[in-house]
């Protein structure tokens, strides 16, 4: 017999009744029932109920562990009686009768249980995450995880993609997020970056002539945490394609998409491949608030402004007349809904920060509220009949500058479609977000700058950038949104040097400064670079989406605090005097570093 197990916690059946079976596992629960002790031990795969009678060496042994403490077991397989089956175990017609228990490892106090799904503190939770990935539910997110990522690879493999390793260790890059920054220690003064995206290394693929290239890629970022993206790093499926329009990339990527998560989506509704809805950027924006929509939500917002054109409510008719905007969010069958409803959507509204939410109301037809009164019952039937609205619809208003006004109605069509009850459930909705603007006026710089990625192609392409506004040109650019999440951002690349070279000269890049920044990628484009474009869906996000998670940090095994700090390993730290002079460092920092008085060596000014 194996020393530690002849089956998992989850393989006895009513089959092996009659048998001798030895299990090793983690003590899950305990149960006395009156000298009989009933023990849940538990291992990757499950459960299997042990049963220590009384007068027992097992039971005297068990008894004295604490809950997580890991046990061998030795005993007889016999079949649960009437009453004692448990349908809900792939193990309840059996238990496990104790002969001999090994201790493997006793357990301490627990700073948090195991058993349950009990809410904690994060910073507990992260702290003795090893732990907390014992728990059912955390645990079974980690193996998605890894199926998923192993489904993506034989997906991308059936799609002639092949799989290349780019380098962790490269050059820092000006644009894009913060670096995570690592010192040489042979070239003194001189630093390593981590890379946000394979992004330069997969183009520089294309060049090299390998055609079509994938890769879960590790990416380091040194930018802020939110529900769904991790501070630090994360991982996508990167990749890249010779010889494509923004079609073949679609073409190639929806069937991984789609196929992925109808395999793993355990019945719920997915958008098929090569039914994507491309959504151009401006029409997203006014139509959804945002470049990220819920296509599960039915309502649409539209652009009602020329409604109040010379009309009696003097608040919206000023502001169209100074080329703002007036949006109109539907609110169906709101009609038995109090004012209370109506005038909590408006503190709300001001409480994220805008200067309210209009509204008004609607009951068999009849209008009710301050802004129905001033324009008048005619004018907001015509409103009404525009927006194809029924006679128990109410309406929410957002006005302002465009942008100002379209990310509140946005937020505010979400709202109204979670408070309804109207956000469609059961269902993957795919959408392609496309023809995004090249460049945009950044008011703080007082300058042209790129609005996405500057190394994609702008449409239209030299001529373009030579003939049109800056401001008017669009890219292939694209991004792949599931249920108002953005899974990535993707473009056709610009493989043309001197497309490239004047697409920095608008946004006022020099070429001297292209070559210093960009010497690779510029330098390779020069002995001939094939058109080529790709794009890069990130595996923590498709996760967090198969899983129904709220938060990305629940599908990653050992993820970092908001502040970006491992609790568990204790970093970032600092690090030994020594190690600083071999780096060629000394520190500058305000105050003494922690653990070293301020007169310490390596400490400046």
Known sequence: MHAYRTHTCAALRAADVGTTARLSGWIHRKRDHGGVLFV????????????????????????????????????????????????????????????????????????????GEQEYPEDIRLKYRYLDLRRERLHANIMLRSAVIASVRGRMIEQGFTEFQTPILTASSPEGARDYLVPSRVHPGKFYALPQAPQMFKQLLMVAGFDRYFQIAPC????????????????????????????????????????????????????????FPRIPYRESLLKYGSDKPDLRNPILISDVGSHFVGSGFGLFAGLVDKGMVVRAIPAPKTAEKSRKFFDEMNDWARGEGFAGLGYATRKAGEWGGPIAKNHGAEGMDKLAAELDLGPDDGIFFAAGPELQAAKLAGLARTRVGEQLGLIEQGAYKFCWIVDFPMFEYDEEAK???????????????????????????????????????????????NHRPDIMYKAFEIAGYSRDRVDENFPGMIGAFKYGAPPHGGSAPGIDRIVMLLAEEPNIREVILFPMTQKAEDLMMNAPAPVSDRQLKELSIRLVVDGPRPGQAATGPGVGN
């Open 220 to 275: 380091f970022r040194d930018e802020d945490a939110r529900a769904d993206r991790s501070p630090g790093e994360f991982y996508q499926l990167d990749f890249e394609m010779s010889f494509v329009t923004q079609d073949d990339v679609f073409n190639a990527i929806e069937p991984v998409l789609a196929g992925l998560f109808a395999e793993f989506a355990n019945g719920k509704a997915v958008t098929p491949a090569g039914e």
């Open 447 to 493: 300058k042209v700058d790129f609005s996405h990625n500057p190394f994609s192609m702008p449409q239209g392409e030299l001529e373009a950038l030579e003939t049109k506004d800056p401001l008017d040109i669009l890219a292939w650019q694209y991004d792949i949104v599931c249920n108002g999440v953005e899974l990535s951002s993707g473009a056709i690349r």
């Open 40 to 115: 849940d031990l538990r291992d990757h795969h499950g459960l299997t109920q042990i049963v220590a009678r009384a007068g027992s060496d097992a039971l005297a042994i068990l008894e004295g562990l604490r809950v997580e403490s890991v046990v061998t077991v030795t005993g007889d397989v016999v079949a649960r009686e009437g009453g004692a089956v448990n349908s809900r175990l792939p193990t309840g017609d059996i238990e496990l009768i104790a002969r001999a228990v090994e201790v493997q490892s006793a357990a301490a106090e627990l700073p948090m249980p195991v058993a």
